[in-house]
C-alpha cells in the first residue's frame, strides 16, 4: 500500500499568541516508522499535539485512514486508531498497572487480531510482574513502558510517540527501541519524535527535521545520516 | 451519662453520617471528574425529598410494604439522576473551561431556579412524608428505645459504601472515573468519549443526592430551604474529606456525624458552629482535606482574570467622575423621597461590592461570603445602637472597626488556602457568623432580627442621611481606590498572578493577602453600618449565601477587570432587582437565569463589554518597540 495513512499539509499552531508551526507538511504511511527530528523547542510536540487535537491548529489538510481530522475531537481521532504517547507519559498514577491498561483498552477494528495483556507483557515482561502495584511506585522506565502498552491497547494503526528515550538508562532505551521494532513488525506506523539520532537510525525507515516550526529535511534514514550539513545545522547540540 | 445513652447518641451520630455520607459521596464523585463544585447538589437532595413524598404515598396506596416504599425512593432517586444528566448536557458542558468562580455561580444559580420551581410546584409549606413501613418500631439497645428507621439508615450508608467501592474498582466506569479525575485530556486521546462519562458521573453523583434526599422523608418535613442548609453541611464533609475523595468523603461524615450528636449535648445553640471550627482547623492543618490532594485543585484558575492594566483617570474619566458625584449631591435635592432611599442602596452595596472586588479583582482572593463582614458591620451597628445604648456617630464608626477585626480573625486561616478550599472557608465562616446570628436569639432577635435602628435626630431625614452615606461611601472608595493603586496594590497584585514569585521578590504574600482581607472587610462592615441605619433593622438575610451571591453578581456584571466595574454593577443590579422584583413571583428564577446567562455569554461585564466595544472603534494598536 503506498497511498499515505497520515497525511498533513501546511500545519500551523500558536498557543495564544505565541505561533509555533508555521506550515508543517509530512506524510507516513502504513506500517512505517517515519522519524521526526529536531532540537528542544522546534515544534515536534506540538505537531504531535495538533494532530490528535490538542492544540487549536489550522491545515490546509490533515487526515488519517482517509479520513479528515481537523475538526474532530481527541477520543474520535483515537478511535480511528491513532494512538498517541505523551512525552511526559501521563500515566494515571492512583491507579494501578492493569487499570491504566485498561483505560486504554478498545475494540480491535475490521476484526484484526487484538493486543491481549499477555502480548503486551511478552514485549515488556516488567509489567507483568507488576500488574496489581500503583502506577506512582514505578520508575520512569517502567512508566514509559505502561505509557506505551496502554496505547497499544487502544489497537491503533498507528502511534504517535514523544521521545520515548529521553531520560532513560541506556537498557532501558534499547527495550524502548526493540518496543518500536516489534510494533512495526505488527504492522502498526510509527511517527517517533526524538533527538537521539542513534536511536531514530535505529527503528525509522524515514525521517523528516524541524526547526523553528519548519519542515526543513527529508529523506530516508540513510539519507540524513549522510547528511553532515543537516545533521549539523538542526541536530547537534 | 451513662454507656447505654452514649451508645444510643452515636448511633444517632452515625445515622446520620450516613445520610451525610450518601449526599456526600455524589458532590465529590462530581468534583473528582469535571473538577466543578455543584452548588446545586443540595438542590438535587432536596428534589429527591420533595419527588419522593410523591411518588412513595402512592405507592403505598398500592400495597402498604417495605419493598413499595423502597421502590418509591429508588425511583424517586433515578429522576433526579435524570435531571443531574440533564444538567450536565445543557449547563455544565459548556462551563467546564471558565474559572471556578463562575461555575460557582452557574451552579447557584440552578439553586435559585430549582427553588422557584419547587415552590411553583409543592408550594412553600412542609410537607410530613410517610413513614417506611415494618420499620416504624424501635429496637431496643441497652433498655434504650432506638428507632428502626435509623438503624435502616446505618446500613444504608453502608451498602451505599461499598457498592461505590465495587462500582469504582471492579467496573470500566469506575476506572474511567478514577482515571479521568486525574487526567481528563489524557483519557480522551485514549479515546473515551468524556462527554459521555461525564454525563455518566453527574447521573451517579445527582443519584446519590436524590437518594440522601428521598430517604429522609420519614425523618424530617420536607420544606424548601432545605437545599441550603444541607448543602453547607456537604461542603464541609467534602471538604474536610478532601475535595474528589470518596473514603475522605466517608471519614468526613463519621466525624461529623459524631461531632453533632455530642456537641448537641454540650453547646445545643451552636453546632453548627463546631462543625465549622472543625473544616477551619483541619483546612489549616491539611490545606487539602484529609484525603485531597494538591494537584487536583492546583493549576487550575479560580478566577477570571483581575485588573490587569490601571489606568489612570483622564480628561474624560474625570468629567465623568465629576458628574457622576454632581447628580448624587443633586439627588437629595431634587429626587423624591423613594429616589433616595434607592440611592442610599446603591451607595451602600457599591461599596460592599467595590471591597469585594479589591479582594477578587486585585488580589485574587474569592470571598465566596463576603455578606459576613457586611452582616457583622449591620449587626454591629444595629447592636450598639440598640443594645449598647450608643448613638449612630459612634456606632457607624465601631462597625467597620468590629468588622475588619472579624475579618482579621477569619482572615488569618483564610489566606493560608488558595483556589477552590479558600473560597469553601469564606463561605464557612459566613455560615458560622449567619448561624450565630441566626440561633443567639436572646441577643440578635435570631430569625426576625432587631428593629430600631434608626439614626440620630439630626439626621433623620432620608436626605440628610444619604448626604452622611454619600461622604462616608464616597471616601471608603476613594482610599480602596487609593490602596490599589499604591505600591501596595501592585504588591497585591503580583501576589495574585503568582504567589511564588512575588514570594521571590521579596513579597510577603500571606501578610499582604491578610492585610487586604482585612481591610475589605472593614470597608464591607461600614456598609453593613450605614445599611442597617437606612433600614431601621437588622436581619440574618444580610449575611446569608445570597447576599454574599448578589455582591458577586454585582463584581462581575460591573465587570471584573475594571477598577470602577463593581460601582456599575451594584448600581445596574440593585435598580433591576428593586425594579423587578415587585413585578414577578419568580425573581429567583429570574436571577439565577441571568447568572447563567452571564456567566455564559458576558464573563467580562458590562464595563468588559463597552471596553471591547470601545476597542473595536478605536485603531489598531501600534506594536511596541522595545527602547533601544
Redesign the interface.
Known amino acids: 500500500m503506498t497511498e499515505a495513512l497520515l497525511s498533513i499539509r501546511n500545519l500551523s499552531a500558536a498557543y495564544g499568541m505565541a505561533e509555533v508551526l508555521f506550515g508543517v507538511s509530512l506524510d507516513a504511511r502504513r506500517g512505517e516508522v517515519v522519524a521526526l527530528m529536531g532540537r528542544n523547542g522546534a515544534g515536534k510536540t506540538t505537531t504531535l499535539k495538533a494532530i490528535i487535537g490538542m492544540v487549536e491548529a489550522s491545515a490546509e489538510a490533515l487526515s488519517f485512514a482517509g479520513e479528515d481530522i481537523r475538526r474532530l475531537p481527541s477520543y474520535r481521532i483515537a478511535r480511528l486508531g491513532l494512538g498517541y504517547v505523551p512525552e511526559e507519559r501521563r500515566i494515571f498514577t492512583d491507579l494501578t498497572v492493569q487499570e491504566n491498561l485498561e483505560v486504554g483498552r478498545r475494540p480491535a477494528r475490521d476484526g484484526r487480531k487484538a493486543w491481549t495483556l499477555e502480548k503486551l507483557y511478552a514485549i515488556f515482561p516488567n509489567l507483568a510482574e507488576m500488574e496489581g502495584r500503583r502506577a506512582s511506585a514505578m520508575s520512569g522506565g517502567e512508566q514509559q513502558m505502561l505509557t506505551i502498552a496502554r496505547t497499544l491497547m487502544g489497537n491503533p494503526d498507528m502511534v504517535l510517540l514523544d521521545e520515548p528515550s529521553e531520560g532513560l538508562a541506556p537498557v532501558i532505551v534499547e527495550q524502548m527501541a526493540e518496543a518500536v521494532i516489534a510494533m512495526k513488525a505488527t504492522g502498526i506506523a510509527v511517527l517517533l519524535c526524538e533527538q537521539n539520532l542513534h536511536f531514530a537510525a535505529a527503528v525509522s525507515d524515514r525521517a523528516y527535521v524541524i526547526e523553528k516550526g519548519a519542515i526543513r529535511f527529508s529523506g530516508t534514514m540513510a539519507e540524513l545520516e549522510a547528511n553532515d550539513e543537516v545533521r549539523e545545522a538542526y541536530l547537534t547540540v | 451519662m451513662d454507656l447505654s445513652f452514649i451508645i444510643i447518641q452515636s448511633l444517632s451520630g452515625l445515622a446520620s453520617a450516613s445520610s451525610l455520607f450518601i449526599i456526600a459521596s455524589g458532590l465529590t464523585i462530581v468534583f473528582g471528574v469535571t473538577r466543578i463544585v455543584n452548588f446545586a447538589h443540595g438542590s438535587l437532595y432536596m428534589l429527591g425529598a420533595y419527588l419522593a413524598v410523591t411518588i412513595v404515598p402512592l405507592l403505598l396506596d398500592v400495597d402498604r410494604s417495605l419493598p413499595m416504599f423502597l421502590l418509591g425512593v429508588l425511583i424517586s432517586a433515578l429522576i433526579v439522576g435524570v435531571f443531574g444528566a440533564l444538567m450536565e448536557i445543557i449547563l455544565l458542558r459548556r462551563i467546564y473551561h471558565v474559572p471556578e468562580l463562575f461555575q460557582l455561580l452557574a451552579t447557584f444559580g440552578v439553586v435559585l431556579i430549582v427553588q422557584d420551581l419547587v415552590i411553583k410546584i409543592w408550594g412553600a409549606v412542609e410537607i410530613p412524608g410517610p413513614r417506611a413501613p415494618s420499620l416504624r418500631h424501635g429496637v431496643f439497645i441497652m433498655d434504650q428505645r432506638f428507632p428502626a428507621y435509623e438503624l435502616f439508615l446505618i446500613a444504608a450508608g453502608i451498602v451505599v459504601l461499598a457498592v461505590l467501592w465495587l462500582l469504582m474498582q471492579k467496573t470500566?466506569f469506575g476506572?474511567?472515573i478514577?482515571?479521568a479525575?486525574?487526567?481528563r485530556?489524557?483519557?480522551?486521546?485514549?479515546?473515551?468519549?468524556?462527554a459521555w462519562l461525564f454525563t455518566g458521573t453527574l447521573f451517579l453523583g445527582a443519584f446519590l443526592a436524590g437518594l440522601g434526599g428521598a430517604l429522609q422523608i420519614p425523618r424530617v418535613a420536607i420544606n424548601t430551604q432545605m437545599d441550603i442548609s444541607i448543602i453547607t453541611e456537604v461542603f464541609v464533609v467534602t471538604v474536610i474529606g478532601g475535595m474528589g475523595s470518596v473514603p475522605g468523603a466517608f471519614i468526613a461524615a463519621l466525624i461529623i456525624g459524631q461531632l453533632q450528636a455530642f456537641g448537641i449535648l454540650i453547646f445545643p445553640k451552636i453546632t453548627l458552629v463546631l462543625v465549622f471550627l472543625l473544616m477551619a482547623v483541619v483546612l489549616v492543618v491539611k490545606p487539602w482535606g484529609l484525603f485531597g490532594k494538591s494537584d487536583a485543585a492546583a493549576g487550575r484558575a479560580i478566577l477570571p482574570e483581575g485588573i490587569l492594566s490601571l489606568k489612570r483617570f483622564g480628561t474624560v474619566d474625570n468629567i465623568v467622575a465629576g458628574l457622576a458625584i454632581a447628580v448624587l449631591l443633586a439627588l437629595p435635592v431634587f429626587g423624591d423621597n423613594y429616589m433616595v432611599k434607592v440611592g442610599i442602596e446603591v451607595l451602600v452595596l457599591a461599596l460592599a461590592a467595590f471591597s469585594l472586588h479589591f479582594l477578587i479583582g486585585v488580589g485574587g482572593i474569592v470571598s465566596f461570603g463576603h455578606a459576613a463582614y457586611f452582616g457583622l458591620g449591620a449587626y454591629a451597628a444595629g447592636l450598639l445602637v440598640t443594645k449598647g445604648g450608643l448613638s449612630m456617630e459612634p456606632s457607624i464608626l465601631l462597625a467597620p472597626i468590629i468588622a475588619g477585626a472579624f475579618a482579621a480573625l477569619f482572615g488569618y486561616f483564610v489566606v493560608r488556602l488558595s483556589g477552590i478550599y479558600l473560597a469553601m472557608l469564606t463561605l464557612a465562616f459566613a455560615q458560622i457568623v449567619y448561624a450565630v446570628c441566626f440561633q443567639w436569639v436572646e441577643f440578635t432577635g435570631g430569625d426576625n432580627g432587631v428593629v430600631g435602628v434608626w439614626p440620630s435626630s439630626w439626621a433623620s431625614s432620608r436626605q440628610v442621611y444619604f448626604c452622611v452615606v454619600l461622604a462616608f461611601t464616597l471616601s471608603a472608595i476613594i482610599a480602596l481606590r487609593h490602596a490599589i493603586y499604591a505600591p501596595f496594590g501592585y504588591a497585591l497584585r503580583a501576589a495574585r498572578d503568582s504567589a511564588t514569585r512575588a514570594d521571590a521578590i521579596g513579597i510577603d504574600v500571606r501578610r499582604i493577602r491578610w492585610f487586604a482581607f482585612t481591610l475589605s472587610g472593614a470597608a464591607a462592615g461600614l456598609a453593613g453600618g450605614l445599611y442597617s441605619f437606612s433600614k431601621g433593622s437588622i436581619d440574618p438575610t444580610m449575611i446569608s449565601i445570597p447576599m454574599s451571591v448578589d455582591f458577586l453578581v454585582m463584581v462581575l456584571l460591573g465587570g471584573i477587570q475594571t477598577v470602577i466595574g463593581p460601582l456599575v454593577g451594584a448600581a445596574a443590579f440593585h435598580s433591576i432587582k428593586d425594579f423587578f422584583m415587585p413585578l414577578t413571583d419568580f425573581w429567583r428564577m429570574f436571577l439565577g437565569a441571568s447568572i447563567i446567562l452571564m456567566v455564559l455569554v458576558f464573563p467580562r461585564g458590562i464595563s468588559g463589554a463597552a471596553a471591547s466595544l470601545t476597542d473595536r472603534f478605536k485603531p489598531a494598536p501600534k506594536p511596541a518597540v522595545a527602547p533601544s
Do not use: H, I, P, S
Open positions: 470500566r476506572v474511567l478514577r482515571a479525575t486525574q487526567d485530556e489524557m483519557v480522551a486521546a485514549l479515546g473515551v468519549n468524556q
